[in-house]
């Protein structure tokens, strides 16, 4: 097969963005966490060893479920550097590691003022309840976060329908609030020195602007800005559909391809659901573009949109774009549906691309005829890869056999979760570098 090829175009990433953003969110956490116990030494220590114990795991619980508040925030300069799939991990990790420190703080806090006293430690917490402010408001929101934590185990997260647990999820909010007032009534750290309260006040006050900031200003402001409606719904097959949408000012929107964002479409039965859909067509400044494949009640509804339906977005999310290449080519691997980021890649990439799209049958590739025609136009390789998943046709040996040179490009990958772990791992025997290969796993959180 002749293929054309545009002239390789040279990057000069230097520092990668995703690399600026993890150090960034590191550097913060662990300058907050030596500012902290700079705090708890110079506001001494109790005679009991426990209750010093408690009381610094209490603050270093408190320091990051504000630092969670942060990773949920959806900022965009963090979110277009790290992706929501990565921050949305982070938070899971640092969920568990507060619900940890919270049980040690509430233990050693008990135990340690028991041993002080003649009270066992079942009526000690009854009565540090009873005749300390705050500390009822410390038990509700551990709680709280006790409960969150079980549902966010994967055995119940599998099992809880995603508006149960995201419901759930929210009460974390009223956990914090808790949690803080907390502080605020019986922080003997919080309160040791103007410097101190003042710290507490200006790390809980940004966490919590953030939130404010990222996920109800902004998308309110971009939403009353952009007025956005459906004016197209078109069937690509029997079980997907491509939904276009038009606003104003389309063009000072700050989307790109490989992004997603969470959709709201304000019918009367179904304005309530945000589901995330990547763009499968680049940002023009005029339009934009999902396409879905029949998955659940919000995906199957959207082919019943009428012209004219309003659209509540929240985005552009993501890491999946250009802006972390670090080679001149490409290699753009699809996967059933996850063809839509990678289709929209395609327009906006530079430099020679291979596309590869993984399918069961020809009949199931979504788009087919438009990637074709976007390869012929841009000079682009396209391998449609077909069959049963055993064997693995994306095996290392299939993937040097479509891609000599895969090692010196970059990778971006969107499929199903075994199909982007079976090709990560070949990936990783053709020797491809870490920072070469981008993907993301879409799962919200917060």
């Known amino acids: 097969m002749t293929t054309l090829r545009q002239p390789p175009v040279a990057t000069h990433p230097g520092v990668r963005p995703s690399v600026v953003g993890r150090t960034g969110l590191y550097a913060v956490l662990l300058a907050n966490a030596a500012v902290v116990a700079v705090f708890f030494a110079q506001a001494g220590f109790a005679s009991n060893a426990l209750i010093v114990l408690g009381r610094l795991t209490g603050l270093y619980a408190a320091l990051l479920m504000a630092f969670q508040l942060l990773l949920v925030a959806r900022l965009p300069w963090f979110d277009r550097r790290i992706g929501m799939d990565r921050l949305t991990s982070f938070h899971r990790w640092t969920g568990f590691s507060v619900l940890w420190l919270l049980l040690s703080h509430a233990v050693f806090i008990v135990f340690g003022y028991a041993q002080s006293s003649s009270l066992d430690p079942v009526n000690q917490l009854v009565d540090l309840a009873e005749t300390v402010e705050g500390v009822l408001r410390a038990i509700v929101a551990l709680a709280i976060i006790l409960v969150v934590g079980a549902v966010s185990a ?7 329908a995603y508006e149960t647990w995201h419901f759930i999820h929210l009460y974390t909010y009223v956990a914090v609030v808790l949690a803080f007032t907390h502080q605020v009534a019986a922080g003997t750290t919080f309160a040791s020195s103007p410097v101190a309260t003042a710290y507490w006040y200006g790390v809980w006050g940004l966490a919590l602007a953030s939130v404010c900031a990222g996920r109800l200003v902004l998308p309110l402001w971009r939403n009353l800005r952009h007025r956005l409606r459906v004016t197209e719904v078109v069937p690509e097959s029997d079980d997907v559909v491509s939904v276009y949408i038009t606003g104003r000012d389309l063009d000072r929107l700050p989307a790109r391809a490989g992004q997603f964002f969470l959709w709201r479409f304000l019918t009367k039965d179904r304005w309530w659901q945000a589901n995330p859909f990547s763009l499968s067509a680049a940002p023009d400044g ?28 929240e985005g552009p999310y993501g890491a999946f774009t250009a802006l972390h290449r670090t080679r001149p080519d490409a290699v753009l691997i699809a996967g059933g549906v996850g063809v839509t980021p990678i289709r929209a890649l395609l327009e906006e990439l530079h430099g020679h691309t291979v596309v590869i799209y993984r399918v069961s049958t020809e009949r199931d590739a979504v788009l087919l005829d438009e990637l074709r025609d976007l390869a012929l136009a841009r000079g682009a390789e396209l391998h449609l890869v077909t069959g049963p998943p055993v ?17 010196d490009r970059d990778v971006y990958l969107c499929g199903p979760p075994p199909m982007m772990n079976a090709v990560l791992g070949s990936l990783r025997e053709l020797g491809v570098p870490g920072p070469q290969t981008h993907f993301e796993r879409f799962s919200l959180a917060g």
């Open 391 to 407: 064997p693995d046709r994306l095996a290392p040996r299939e993937l040097a056999r479509l891609v000599p040179d895969i090692a």
């Open 154 to 160: 994967r055995y119940a997260r599998r099992r809880l």
């Open 286 to 313: 005029r339009t934009l573009r999902l396409t879905a494949k029949r998955a659940g009640d919000g995906s199957a509804a959207l082919r019943h949109l009428k012209v004219g339906t309003r659209v509540f977005a």
